[in-house]
Nanobody, 116 residues
Framework: VQLQASGGGLVQAGGSLRLSCAAS????????IGWFRQAPGKGREFVAR????????YYADSVEGRFTISRDNSKNTVYLQMNSLKPEDTAVYYC??????????WGQGTQVTVSS
């Protein structure tokens, strides 16, 4: 499984960005996709997750109500819509896939920078 994250950039506080995570696997219906982020000098942090089949979503408290994770099965793509961005959202964002307990597949990161 290969994952390709894109959509990062520079935005002012209060702005929006949409990240995309495109997956290469033909049979992706058993995977859950998660978004994580890592800010400079900090550890990797869970942001959001979606199950592929049921579309059940989970969010970190820090992004609940501002970020929305969704998927397009026809395009094998998961999106992370980020609204009301804050400077503390600045990080490298990664998408990852798992079929069981652990995330086994990771994409390269995409940089999100929010200026104050």
């Amino acid at each position: 499984v290969q994952l390709q994250a894109s959509g990062g950039g520079l935005v002012q506080a209060g702005g929006s960005l949409r990240l995309s995570c495109a997956a290469s696997a033909r049979t992706f219906s058993n995977y859950a996709i998660g978004w994580f982020r890592q800010a400079p000098g900090k550890g990797r942090e869970f942001v959001a997750r979606i199950t592929w089949r049921g579309g059940i979503t989970y969010y970190a408290d820090s992004v609940e109500g501002r970020f929305t994770i969704s998927r397009d099965n026809s395009k094998n793509t998961v999106y992370l819509q980020m609204n009301s961005l804050k400077p503390e959202d600045t990080a490298v964002y990664y998408c990852a896939a798992k079929i069981s307990a652990n995330y086994d597949y990771w994409g390269q990161g995409t940089q999100v920078t929010v200026s104050s």
